[in-house]
T-cell receptor
Framework: SQQGEEDPQALSIQEGENATMNCSYKTSINNLQWYRQNSGRGLVHLILIRSNEREKHSGRLRVTLDTSKKSSSLLITASRAADTASYFCATGAGSYQLTFGKGTKLSVIP | EAGVAQSPRYKIIEKRQSVAFWCNPISGHATLYWYQQILGQGPKLLIQFQNNGVVDDSQLPKDRFSAERLKGVDSTLKIQPAKLEDSAVYLC??????????????FGPGTRLTVT
């Protein structure tokens, strides 16, 4: 079964705009990660946030985590056409395993 | 450093045939994972190895799927016999998993399987 549920399922924005996608999960976690998947390619790790952290930044990415609401958000600022991809949240709860959501498909229009 | 290697990249077979996928993880990564990703969904874990031992294979359909990692490095995933619903991308990933309470996984490009 899939733990995380991303919202929205699809998002289309203009280049330069910000993109926000959300992830909700059901059970306790010790970390949450975001991955990107370009069309026809494998997944690439973007950022990891631990359960005792509330916010984390990496370049144009900003991730927040609210464990009381069991939710996370990924913000991509100043989007580029190259950001077009599917974005997945993955929750980790031990045993070095991750459970992935269904993903948000982001389209950035030049 | 070299990434996770997988082969073949594409495979088309008829139902009831068998197929095998190969994965070579990043050097030094003790943990290896096989995932199944059906079109439009996120990856689903099939099996997790720590060195050459199985940590979790609870979601592996053991009547038709098998996997091994004999020397704690390369791994193969086999399907025999294949069903139409096995059409998916099979992803291999690896990670460092010692002295860490959280980690990232490194994914290979995947093998796209089509069962006709």
């Amino acid at each position: 079964s899939q733990q995380g549920e991303e919202d929205p399922q699809a998002l289309s924005i203009q280049e330069g705009e910000n993109a926000t996608m959300n992830c909700s999960y059901k059970t306790s976690i010790n970390n949450l990660q975001w991955y990107r998947q370009n069309s026809g390619r494998g997944l690439v790790h973007l950022i990891l946030i631990r359960s005792n952290e509330r916010e984390k930044h990496s370049g144009r990415l900003r991730v927040t985590l609210d464990t009381s609401k069991k939710s996370s958000s990924l913000l991509i600022t100043a989007s580029r056409a190259a950001d077009t991809a599917s974005y997945f949240c993955a929750t980790g709860a031990g045993s070095y395993q991750l459970t992935f959501g269904k993903g948000t498909k982001l389209s950035v229009i030049p | 450093e070299a990434g996770v290697a997988q082969s073949p990249r594409y495979k088309i077979i008829e139902k009831r045939q068998s197929v095998a996928f190969w994965c070579n993880p990043i050097s030094g990564h003790a943990t290896l994972y096989w995932y199944q990703q059906i079109l439009g969904q996120g990856p689903k874990l099939l099996i997790q190895f720590q060195n050459n031992g199985v940590v979790d294979d609870s979601q592996l359909p053991k009547d038709r799927f098998s996997a091994e990692r004999l020397k704690g490095v390369d791994s193969t995933l086999k399907i025999q016999p294949a069903k139409l619903e096995d059409s998916a991308v099979y992803l291999c990933a690896s990670s460092l998993s010692f002295n860490k309470d959280a980690y990232e996984q490194y994914f290979g490009p995947g093998t796209r399987l089509t069962v006709t």
